[in-house]
Each structure stands twice: as C-alpha cells, then as structure tokens.
C-alpha cells in the first residue's frame, strides 16, 4: 500500500512516500528541506530501512543504528525522522 506523509520538524519539513506491506516497509523515498552528512547518507537511510517493520520500537532502533555510521543531520533529530516515518500510517494516499 501506497503511504504518505508531510512532517513539520521544527527546522524543516520531511516528506516521505513508503510503500508497505503487512506493516513492514518495502520501499521509502525522504525528501524535503534538511540535508545528511555525508552527502549519500539519504540514499543509505531508505537503503537502511527498507524491510524494517512500521513501529516506533524497530524505526528508532533502526535509525539509531544508522546514525552509528557517522552520520549526521544538523538540526533535525533521530526523533523527527521516527515521527514523519510513523506518519504514514495516518496519511493513506490512493495509488
């Protein structure tokens, strides 16, 4: 199923369009106005999260598993991307 969600963190937006299924996630695509260091580090988190089941406990813990690579989101927290990531399941969009 086609999910979709726009996020307000407090220093940007996030958007994210997830395809899932049976509440895992198949395929998830993050845009909007923050940026990763380093510069791939986006590519590597939707790599990182495909597969990974739609609940705070396994998102956080996937993410922050992520972040042990050495990445870093200046002004956007671990937090904002498990909230506009959990969104989805709020924001259904028809495909």
């Known amino acids: 199923m086609q999910m979709s969600n726009l996020y ?3 220093k940007g937006l996030i958007r994210v369009d997830a395809e899932v299924e049976n509440n895992i996630i198949i395929d998830i695509r993050l845009t909007g106005d923050f940026f990763m260091v380093p510069e791939n580090a986006l590519w590597l ?4 999260l495909k597969g990974v089941e739609l609940s705070r406990e396994f998102l956080q813990s996937a993410i922050n598993v992520f972040y042990l ?3 870093e989101t200046p002004m956007l927290a ?3 991307l498990t ?4 969104g989805v399941k709020n924001e259904i969009s028809s495909s």
């Not at 988190?45 to 990182?48: A, D, F, I, M, S």
């Not at 909230?83 to 959990?86: D, F, K, M, P, R």
């Open 83 to 86: 909230n506009a990531i959990l």
């Open 8 to 10: 307000k963190a407090p």
């Open 78 to 80: 671990r937090e904002d």
């Open 45 to 48: 988190l939707e790599k990182h």
């Open 69 to 71: 690579l050495g990445i």
